[in-house]
């Protein structure tokens, strides 16, 4: 499987990062709560193929229910570019939109986030090296 770094930041960017990927990767839109109102498309990487390159000060990190998710976003324009999802605590999972070019390919699929608990596990292979 070949991979490609893509490039992201937040909007005022001081938050810098980069992400390998397939040129063709499946991700989800969800519909919790959170991610409707934020607008996250969900790229689930293994934590290997993440790299927070500028701007670790200026992220400050909310939590909430289990306090297992740690979502990140920028102190200064209050961009979410990246979180450690409960589903995938081992792995990041990327904000596609705030990525600076996405993949030409990608296959955006439904994710029933508001029946997180019954949908989880069709997750966790994500973040894991030998799958996307």
């Not at 070949?2 to 040129?23: N, T």
């Not at 289990?66 to 324009?77: E, I, L, N, Q």
């Not at 990327?94 to 600076?100: F, I, K, P, Y």
Request: with cysteine; glycine share 6%.
């Amino acid at each position: 499987m070949e991979l490609f770094s893509y490039s992201g930041s937040c909007h005022c960017g001081r938050i810098h990062f980069e992400v390998d990927s397939i040129d063709a990767p499946e991700v989800e839109d969800c519909n919790c709560s959170i991610c409707t109102k934020t607008g996250f498309l969900h790229l689930i990487v293994p934590e290997s193929r993440f790299r927070l390159l500028k701007g670790e000060e200026d992220l400050s990190c909310y939590t909430f229910n289990t306090a297992v998710a740690k979502h990140y976003f920028c102190k200064h324009c209050g961009i979410k570019p990246f979180y450690i999802p409960r589903s995938n605590p081992d792995g990041v999972d990327v904000n596609v939109r705030c990525l600076d070019k996405p993949p030409a390919h990608m296959r955006v699929v439904a994710f029933d986030g508001q029946n997180w608990e019954d949908n989880a596990a069709s997750l966790q292979h994500k973040s894991k090296d030998t799958n996307e």
